[in-house]
């Protein structure tokens, strides 16, 4: 059986030549293969050992750099989960901040595994997303030492990340912070009716490490 060949972020170097390079540089930053091993050694109790997939997809090439986005514990890497897109865009009008904008997959099971098995990316489409109007990101930037850079990525005020998944409705605080050294998720679930965080980064961001350059 033939495979197609899998595309990675310099594959599409050429297609991104127009976007500024904040752009381009936080797209390299978030395509890869983590993972928190560290942490989860050092703090078992409230870190789960986990891998994270940032696969880049060609979507919305007009205007924007696209990738999807799963995990899945170590010891259960054939059950990963929290299949997501991740669209970043770049600023509108005298507004120069870069902008994160999520979907979610209509069907979220027929990209189950897209992380290790790349090819189920191939025939995806804008009309298998759902967009999620609340589920937005503004990036600053900062300079870093030896023409390095950090972005990081908060939600606007006033703004509320939730969604309606299996019948459930669903809220997630979002935010990260990018690097060339690593990853730091903020995400978790929150209780919309306590405001109380119940899963995710509850006492502090899921700290990546990028094993693998997309």
């Known amino acids: 059986m033939q495979h ?7 594959d599409r170097a050429s297609q991104f030549m127009s ?13 890869g293969e983590f993972d928190n091993q560290a942490q989860a ?4 109790v409230w870190y789960v050992h986990l891998r994270l997939w940032q696969r880049p997809v060609s979507l919305f090439l007009e205007d924007s750099i696209t990738l999807f986005a ?3 514990n170590i010891i259960k890497l054939d059950h990963p989960y929290r299949q997501r897109i991740i669209r970043l865009l770049p600023g509108r009008g005298s507004d120069t901040h870069l902008r994160v904008q999520y979907y979610m997959p209509k069907d979220p099971d027929a990209l189950k595994g897209a992380g290790r098995n790349p090819n189920l990316l191939n025939t995806l489409t804008p009309d298998q997303l759902e967009l999620l109007p609340g589920c937005i990101l ?3 930037e900062q300079t870093l030492a030896h023409d390095q850079c950090k972005f990081t990525a908060t939600p606007p005020p006033n703004t509320c990340c939730s969604f309606t998944y299996l ?6 605080s979002l935010g990260f912070e990018a ?3 690593g990853f730091d998720s903020y995400d978790k679930g929150i209780d919309s009716e ?4 119940t899963w995710g980064a509850i006492l502090g961001p899921y700290r990546y490490s990028k094993r693998e350059q997309y």
């Open 194 to 197: 306590t405001g109380k965080a």
């Open 179 to 181: 690097s060339a050294e």
């Open 41 to 44: 050694i050092a703090d078992p």
């Open 19 to 31: 976007f500024s390079p904040n752009l381009i540089t936080l797209g390299k930053y978030l395509a």
């Open 70 to 72: 799963e995990q899945a």
């Open 167 to 172: 019948g459930n409705r669903i809220q997630v």
């Open 4 to 10: 197609s060949k899998v595309t990675t972020f310099y």
């Open 138 to 140: 503004i990036v600053t």
